[in-house]
């Protein structure tokens, strides 16, 4: 059963109904052993939160940051903040100070709660820059603060100030009149270009979000939801925050590096992610095969085809599968693939939602091959998250996004473009009317900038309009289409397209160094480092030829003609990839131009 209360009172209304059972898991910083939290505990730490922001003088509908990755002293502060009807800001944890600067002067912020020592250290160079900022408050009891910084104090300290009875008049006053209106969140989103914009998020809409989610899903308080996105990104945040909702425990993962071995641990039911992490989980399992017997991989080979026909063939369109078809995968699932989810910690999954980028077919067919419910869906910011995902029980197309929530209206422009109104999207972008304007039609629908269509009750995209490249040849290029189908081989960890206004695709490859290095070795192919082995002809010719089997799919104006290795990873620090691990294209334009423009000379 649901509990769809407002933000400010969520947790304290599930601490009267769940008591002692728990609610959140996390890991200390630094820390191996996970530790548990009961819902009457996370009640009261929410609590003496609310009353310490009050302490500091906090306002109505005021600005709060947090620059932080996943942790429980984030949860804590989000509802802290909520219950004083004050609205989060987050960063992502690795937000440069140019970024932080504007959203920090834009949202006029005067507290911001910080991770850990790089996030602390770089919040206090922006406050010497900020007028506004009046204090840091540091989760991470290891970080050194500054000799020279007398306003910063530990969470565990400030939250200690929680505990002075004088504040609790005006707590109360504020949990007697929060408005279903009040901005719940801002959540700065920039995407793969220009400066950063303030989604406004109100309380209503999170309200909006999880009735019409609630109504697609089953999750149950025996659901372990493990974290793995950050919270600043609201397809985790939306998510985790729906999970409470249905009384849930939390699992927080603090490091996303750490995620698989997390999952070991955990054991979760449901996980959020992008399709990259499901394209190394394909990546990975194959790369096993490819290594085994041939007689085990027979096996795996079998085992996948009849995952296919039950869970694909049939299950995914209504169908009841045959008996014979019924045993058999019963016998592949519980020889074959119970191991395989074992390995991914997994054992018992419920679903998995997955969304923030283009799916590969191949990936999203494997995924239900094995026994995981990969809910493939679509949102935005803008849209609270959820616009469409795939529902349990319900068919589905692989190739789809799902079946579109009930509250919102979807249209499609002249182009194409996917239109949205309804209850979950925003009103708009704090202080900014000039986007406004053109964020949506005269007649209010929000433009999403992605094209596509409906077909059988199930949304299509087919591509995104700012990402479209028009070849010189004046041909479009979907490039994540193409991406993604190169993604899929175990021996490519990154690709960046390029075409727009070139005359054909060409493509920048990070190899998986680690199993390149190995394919190296067993084919002796010396090299001196990674610029000598991304050289190499043996291994150039090597990716030539699965580059051809790759694409064959596509259409041959869409297929890319020439590529060139890359010594080293696309990277965050330059701007090359967003904290989502989308490919800045402009960027990554800019800063391999000479490279780019060789692959074009004739």
Not at 296 to 310: D, N, T
Request: proline share 4%.
């Amino acid at each position: 059963m649901q509990t769809n209360s407002h933000l400010s009172v969520l947790v304290h209304d599930q601490a009267g109904i769940y008591g002692e059972k728990t609610a959140l898991e996390y890991k200390d910083f630094g820390g191996k052993r996970w530790k548990e939290v009961s819902w009457n505990t996370f009640s009261a730490q929410v609590r003496r939160v609310s009353l310490a922001m009050l302490s500091l003088g906090i306002g109505v509908q005021e600005k709060v940051a947090v620059f932080s990755q996943n942790t429980v002293q984030y949860v804590y502060t989000d509802f802290g903040a909520w219950g004083i009807r004050a609205c989060t800001v987050p960063f992502y944890a690795t937000t440069s100070e140019d970024t932080m600067r504007f959203m920090v002067d834009d949202a006029a912020i005067r507290f911001i709660f910080c991770g850990e020592q790089e996030q602390y250290d770089r919040a206090r160079r922006v406050q010497h820059l900020c007028p506004t900022v009046e204090k840091l408050v540091v989760y991470d009891r290891g970080v050194r603060l500054s000799s020279h910084d007398p306003s910063s104090v530990y969470f565990d300290d400030f939250i200690k100030m929680g505990d002075d009875s004088r504040t609790v008049p005006e707590y109360e006053a504020r949990l007697s009149s929060v408005k279903w209106d009040d901005l719940a969140c801002i959540l700065y989103t920039s995407g793969t270009t220009g400066c950063p914009k303030g989604v406004m998020l109100t309380h209503g809409q999170f309200r909006a979000a999880f009735k019409d989610n609630h109504k697609g899903l089953d999750l149950t308080p025996e659901d372990r939801i493990l974290n793995f996105l950050p919270f600043t990104h609201i397809f985790e945040k939306g998510w985790a925050l729906l999970a409470l909702t249905e009384g849930c425990t939390l699992i927080i993962n603090t490091n996303p590096h750490d995620v698989q071995d997390a999952m070991r641990e955990t054991h979760p039911t449901c996980m959020s992610s992008v399709p990259r992490f499901w394209e190394k989980v394909y990546t990975g399992v194959m790369a096993e095969i490819d290594a085994a017997s041939a007689m085990q991989q027979r096996l795996f080979r079998h085992a996948l085809s009849v995952g296919k026909r039950h869970n694909v063939d049939y299950l995914s369109k209504g169908r009841r599968p045959p008996l014979t078809l019924q045993l058999e995968y019963k016998l592949m699932d519980r020889t074959v693939f119970s191991l395989v989810r074992k390995r991914l910690g997994i054992e018992h999954p419920h679903f998995f939602p997955t969304a923030g980028s283009f799916v590969s077919p191949v990936v999203e067919e494997f995924v239900h091959s094995i026994g995981i419910f990969m809910m493939v869906g679509y949102g935005l910011t803008e849209s609270l998250a959820t616009v469409s995902n795939d529902r349990l029980g319900e068919p589905y197309t692989i190739g789809s996004i799902g079946r579109p929530i009930d509250s919102l209206d979807i249209r499609f422009s002249d182009e194409g473009e996917i239109l949205l109104k309804g209850p979950t999207i925003t009103k708009g972008y704090y202080n900014r009317p000039d986007l406004n304007a053109a964020a949506f039609t005269p007649d209010g629908y929000f433009r999403t900038g992605d094209v596509g269509y409906m077909k059988d009750g199930e949304l299509y995209i087919t591509e995104r309009i700012k990402d479209l490249y028009k070849t010189s040849n004046g041909k479009y290029i979907a490039p994540q289409l193409v991406e993604s189908k190169i993604l899929v081989d175990k021996y490519v960890e990154q690709v960046a397209v390029i075409a727009d206004k070139r005359k054909f695709v060409s493509a920048l490859i990070v190899p998986n160094y680690p199993l390149l290095e190995k394919y190296a070795y067993d084919n002796g192919i010396e090299f001196a480092d990674r610029e000598a082995l991304c050289a190499d002809a043996r291994v150039n010719a090597m990716f030539a030829e699965r580059m051809e089997t790759l694409q064959q799919s596509l259409a041959g104006y869409e297929q890319v003609k020439r590529f060139t290795l890359m010594p080293h990873h696309f990277s965050l620090d330059n701007g090359e990839i967003t904290n989502t691990l989308k490919i800045r294209r402009n960027v990554v334009s800019k800063n391999y131009s000479e490279i780019i423009n060789k692959m074009y000379e004739e």
